[in-house]
């Protein structure tokens, strides 16, 4: 034995692949990575890859296809009836929701304006002022989509202060 040669190992050079036509010589890649024996390539082999499996294929690709066109309906039909689920709730409930919302907005921005209409605001210089008064805040400090009768009077009376 070599030294360096773990027991039970075959001394270099030795082995049932060292046949021409199979991999490299001795070592961890010494077994045979083409032929029968590897089980792949021609050959019947035990282990050989190319059994006639061409019918098993046909059979599972024509299962296969039956199950990917019945589950596409499925999922087309549960699509379809979440999605009419979802559109009924938004018609039903957020839908009216918002529009109350927003007619409580108008409301709000008409009595706002009712009683202030000299308060302007200027898109440009972002600035909300009185008209003929020297002060500015800027348009920052108010949320205008969300803007109240009290929060405006607090906006009058600080534009107001000399």
């Known amino acids: 034995m070599m030294s360096g040669q773990a027991p039970g190992n075959p001394m270099p050079g030795a082995g049932p692949y060292q046949q021409p036509g199979y991999g490299p010589g001795p070592g961890p890649y010494a077994q045979p990575w083409y032929g029968p024996e590897s089980g792949y390539g021609s050959g019947q082999g035990p282990n050989s890859v190319w059994r006639d499996t061409r019918r098993e294929a046909d059979a599972d690709s024509v299962e296969q296809a039956v199950a990917n066109v019945v589950m596409g309906a499925a999922a087309r039909f549960i699509g379809r009836a979440i999605k009419n689920k979802v559109q009924k709730v938004a018609e039903e409930r957020i839908v009216p929701t918002l529009n109350a919302r927003a007619e409580q907005q108008r409301q709000e921005m008409t009595a706002i304006a009712e009683r202030y209409p ?45």
Not at 126 to 143: E, H
């Open 118 to 162: 000299e308060l302007r605001a200027c898109l440009r210089d972002q600035v909300i002022f009185l008209a003929g008064g020297p002060r500015t805040l800027p348009l920052s400090q108010v949320n205008m989509s969300q803007v109240t009768l009290a929060q405006a009077d607090a906006i009058v009376a600080q534009l107001r202060q000399p």
